[in-house]
């Protein structure tokens, strides 16, 4: 992937990442092993660094504390989303592959999960854009020690993978699990007869359709 100049900031593509076809288990399990298990790595790593830095050099980089404060707020939001994600989310879409009848789920449809994630990403974004407009674009002082240019490296990294993982739940996973969810109720309104599809005001309540 290319990455853009330091003082741009990535563009969240609306591209999948994921071949036709791809499958929700596979998508779900792919975003795990890649993009979840990214950030459970790095950014414990990267607030203790931004931290210890703020502590050494504010006196000098006055930007530091209020950066350390950002990225102790980005962990805070996104630590506790992964695991909404692989506990409530993910495994409701895997059993949606495939399946017959719709998964009994406490959440009721998957869009009220997918909702709530998508708010998240809202917030996730916004998180993003402040911490570059906080280093400047990632841009460090030259003059900067060593460990503050390469912290604003892994955050520029930070932001790029998270754009990426985003993209992918927000235009690949979460639309291809609400459409099977939908295939599957409407098999099952087909199978029943027209006697016992439902009611429409029903399916629009659910679905939020008009």
């Known amino acids: ?8 900031r990535p563009q969240a593509a609306s591209d999948t990442g994921f071949a036709p076809g ?18 459970r790595r790095v950014l414990p790593e990267i607030h203790n660094r931004a931290v ?7 006196a000098r980089y006055p930007e530091l504390a209020p950066l350390a404060a950002l990225v102790r707020e980005l962990r805070a939001d996104l630590e506790p989303h992964l695991v909404k994600e692989e506990q409530v989310l993910f ?3 895997r059993l949606l592959d495939g399946a017959d009848s719709l998964p009994r789920f406490h959440c009721g449809s998957i869009r ?6 998508m708010g998240e990403h809202d917030r996730t974004d916004e998180l993003l854009a402040r911490l570059r407009a906080a280093t400047g674009g990632y841009a460090a002082h030259a003059d900067a020690p060593a460990g503050i240019h390469h912290l604003y490296r892994d955050l520029a990294e930070l932001e790029a993978d998270t754009l990426v993982h985003i993209a992918k739940e927000n235009h690949g996973l979460f639309p291809a699990a609400m459409a099977a969810e939908r ?10 007869g027209p006697d016992q599809g439902g009611d429409p005001a029903c399916w629009a309540h659910r679905f939020g359709d008009t």
């Open 52 to 58: 210890l830095l703020a502590g050494a050099h504010s």
């Open 1 to 8: 992937m290319n990455k853009p100049p330091m003082n741009q």
């Open 183 to 192: 295939a599957v109720v409407e098999r099952q309104a087909a199978a029943a």
């Open 22 to 39: 791809t499958s929700l288990t596979a998508m779900a399990d792919e975003i795990e092993a890649t993009h979840h298990a990214y950030l």
């Open 112 to 117: 009220n999960p997918i909702g709530a994630m």
């Open 91 to 93: 495994p409701f879409a």
